[in-house]
C-alpha cells in the first residue's frame, strides 16, 4: 500500500468516526419507555416534533433537559390515557402555544415563516434581474457622441478617401481605397 493510499484511508476512516460522533443519541431514559412497543413508537413518533422549550431547536426525543423529560413523560402519559397522537399535540400546544411544535401549522400567525423564505429569494432574484439590465444598456458610448462630431479636418480626409474610392478602377488599391 502507497503513502497516498494510507492517507486516504486514514482521511476517510477519521471521517466516519466524525459522522458517527455527530448523530444525535437518544435522550429517552429506560424508565420513561413504555411497556407497549406500539404505544412507545407512537410516543418517539409525537417527540419528535415537540420542541424542547430549554434548547429551542431539539426535539424532546433529542433532549437531555429536565423540561424535555417532563414533556416526554406528559406524551406517554396521555398515550396510556387513550388520547390520539393529535390529541396529545394539541394538549401541548394548549399548554405551551405553537412554539413547542417544531413544525409550525400554516395559520395567520405563522404566514410569515412559511412565505418569507421564498419571498426574500424572490425579491433578491428580481433585485439582481433589474441589476444586471441596468448595466447592460446604455453602457457602451459611441465615440463620435463624446467628441462631439467630426472636426473639419477628419471631414475633408474623409471625402477625399471616398472621392478617391470612388474614382473609376478605385485607384487600384485594394478593399476600401486602402493598401
Not at 407512537?42 to 422549550?53: G, P, W
Not at 426525543?61 to 396521555?78: H, M, T
Not at 396510556?80 to 400546544?93: F, H, I, M, P, T
Amino acid at each position: 500500500m502507497t503513502l497516498w493510499q494510507k492517507l486516504i484511508l486514514a482521511v476517510a476512516g477519521l471521517m466516519a468516526l466524525g459522522l458517527l460522533a455527530a448523530t444525535p443519541g437518544m435522550a429517552v431514559l429506560p424508565d420513561e419507555i413504555l411497556d407497549d412497543p406500539a404505544l412507545e413508537a407512537r410516543a418517539r413518533e409525537i417527540s419528535k416534533d415537540i420542541r424542547c422549550l430549554v434548547c429551542q431547536n431539539q426535539s424532546i426525543d433529542d433532549s437531555n433537559a429536565d423540561l424535555a423529560r417532563d414533556l416526554r413523560i406528559i406524551v406517554r402519559e396521555r398515550l396510556v390515557a387513550g388520547d390520539s397522537n393529535a390529541e396529545v399535540k394539541r394538549y401541548l400546544v394548549d399548554r405551551y402555544g405553537d412554539y413547542v411544535l417544531l413544525t409550525p401549522p400554516m395559520a395567520l400567525g405563522t404566514i410569515l415563516l412559511w412565505v418569507g423564505p421564498f419571498a426574500f429569494v424572490a425579491f433578491g432574484a428580481v433585485a439582481v434581474f433589474i441589476w444586471f439590465r441596468g448595466r447592460s444598456v446604455g453602457t457602451a458610448v459611441p465615440r463620435m457622441a463624446e467628441s462631439g462630431g467630426l472636426s473639419a479636418e477628419e471631414r475633408r480626409r474623409i471625402d477625399s478617401l471616398l472621392a478617391e474610392d470612388s474614382s473609376p478602377g478605385g485607384g487600384g488599391k485594394g478593399e476600401g481605397g486602402r493598401e
